[in-house]
């Protein structure tokens, strides 16, 4: 059994859908002489949409949007090798820091063994 909406004459298929129809098309609401604030989504392919429920139904489908997840996608997994490839140049620069100060710490050992020992002519000339 149908319906028709009494402020547009649209042809709806329950009452159900009346109600939704009557709450959420933009003409309709304008018909009805309200300023009712409607939520509207936007896809980035620039379609907009009053009800959430065909705005993430065409968002599944969109051509623009799976693009977009298939970059997005794809950029989480190089951010993921990045951050793998951080974390090994951490481990190297601790190795590396590690090892240079030992270098220091016996090259300074080292400096005393090099030193030519004084004798009274150096300091009487």
Known sequence: MSVVCEYCNT?????????????????CIEMQG???EVTIYKCICDKEFNRSDN???????????IKLKEKDNQLKLKD????????ELKELLKVLTSTLKQLVIQKS?????????LDISYIQE
Do not use: A, W
Request: charged content about 35%.
């Open 11 to 27: 042809s709806i298929c329950n009452s159900q859908s009346l109600k939704r129809h009557q709450t959420s098309t933009k003409y």
């Open 34 to 36: 309200k300023t009712k």
């Open 55 to 65: 705005y993430k139904r065409h968002t599944k489908k969109c051509k623009m949007n």
């Open 80 to 87: 993921e090798e990045f951050k793998s490839k951080d974390g």
């Open 109 to 117: 050992s080292n400096i005393f063994n090099d030193l030519i020992p």
